[in-house]
Structures are given as structure tokens and as C-alpha cells.
């Protein structure tokens, strides 16, 4: 029968309970190898450690799904969210396109939110717009001042000199929140 090193670091439990917080890996292994902590204190310690593993990483793993502002349309009004998991501070909630002839251009009229519960002080927009073979024809933009918290309004994202547009981006350019 082999015996046992009464002096090993594995068994000290102070030590065992302090690894298990700060070297996760090291502290479960010195926790099965202690003999004087029970084996229910073991099944339920790892399960423990096990579940707080498991929900930290589901959040990185939301955290890089949730992300991006941009939506796509078509002359139409189509409207398709490019990526849309989180609420942005500034969310574009719907948008329609007008074609502007005396301009010579378009202008989209654009319906947002302030997600964030602050003033914004300074919100642009940026439109893109292409033609039939996703060229880039023209840009256009638009803005507002003193958004308020949880308010909607709307912004015009004018685009001038642009004709035969087929489809177009719209994204939150800039937003601030410092005073002027």
C-alpha cells in the first residue's frame, strides 16, 4: 500500500479553497487529490466551478454576436438589418427613400431611438448609395441635435447630384455625448 505525504501542498485546504478561486485548473486537481475533504464537497465544488465556466463563456460568445448598426435597403423600402442582436445608442427603427428631382438627388427619411438613457447631443447619419451593379454612386447625410433619453425622431440623410440609385446603406455615423 502506498503511503501518504501528510506534507503535500494538496493538503492544506485553506490552500486547495484559495486555488480553486484564483488557478481554477490547479485548485480542482488539489481538490480531488485532498484526502480530507469528502467526496460530496468535491462533486459539488467542480460542478460549481463547472457551471461558472460554462455561463462566462455563453457571455463572450454573446458579446461578439452582438454587434453592427448598418441596415440595408432597396429603392423599395425593403429594410434588412445587416446585424442586429443589441440595441445600438442610436437604433434606426425604419427608413423610406424619396427621389428629390429638383435637387437632382434623394433624400431617405430616417426614424431612430436613443437606446441610451442620456442626452446625445450630436447624432449623423451616413447614406451610401449604389447603382444596379453595386457601384458606389453617391453619399449622402444627415443629423440632429440634443436627442433626448429614450426619445424618436426624425433625420433626413440627404443625397445630392446622385441619379439612377438602386439600393443604398444607412449607418450611425457619429454620436456624442460630451457638451459642445
Given amino acids: 500500500m502506498e503511503s501518504q505525504n501528510l506534507n ?3 493538503d492544506k485546504t485553506w490552500l486547495v479553497m484559495l486555488l480553486c478561486i484564483i488557478f481554477l485548473l490547479v485548485g480542482l486537481y488539489a481538490l480531488w487529490k485532498n484526502p480530507t475533504i469528502s467526496k460530496g464537497w468535491k462533486i459539488a465544488g467542480t460542478c460549481f466551478f463547472t457551471i461558472i465556466i460554462i455561463v462566462n463563456i455563453g ?4 458579446d461578439a454576436i452582438n454587434t453592427a448598426t ?4 432597396t429603392k ?3 429594410v434588412a438589418p445587416i ?3 443589441t440595441k445600438p445608442e442610436v437604433e434606426i427603427l425604419k427608413q423610406s427613400l424619396t427621389d428629390a428631382a429638383i435637387l437632382n438627388g434623394y433624400t431617405i427619411h430616417c426614424r431612430v431611438r436613443n437606446n441610451t438613457d442620456e442626452l446625445i447631443n450630436y447624432v449623423d447619419l451616413k447614406a451610401t448609395f449604389y447603382d444596379k451593379q453595386g457601384n458606389i454612386i453617391g453619399t449622402g447625410l444627415g443629423n440632429t441635435i440634443n436627442f433626448a433619453a429614450g426619445a424618436e425622431k426624425t433625420i433626413d440623410v440627404k443625397g445630392m447630384d446622385i441619379r439612377n440609385c438602386d439600393t443604398y446603406t444607412v449607418q450611425v455615423y457619429n454620436v456624442m455625448k460630451e457638451n459642445l
Avoid: L, M, P, R
Avoid at 457571455?59 to 454573446?62: C, K, R
Fill in 8 to 10: 503535500s501542498w494538496y
Fill in 59 to 62: 457571455d463572450i460568445i454573446n
Fill in 70 to 73: 448598418a441596415t440595408t435597403a
Fill in 76 to 78: 423599395n423600402g425593403v
Fill in 83 to 85: 446585424v442586429k442582436e
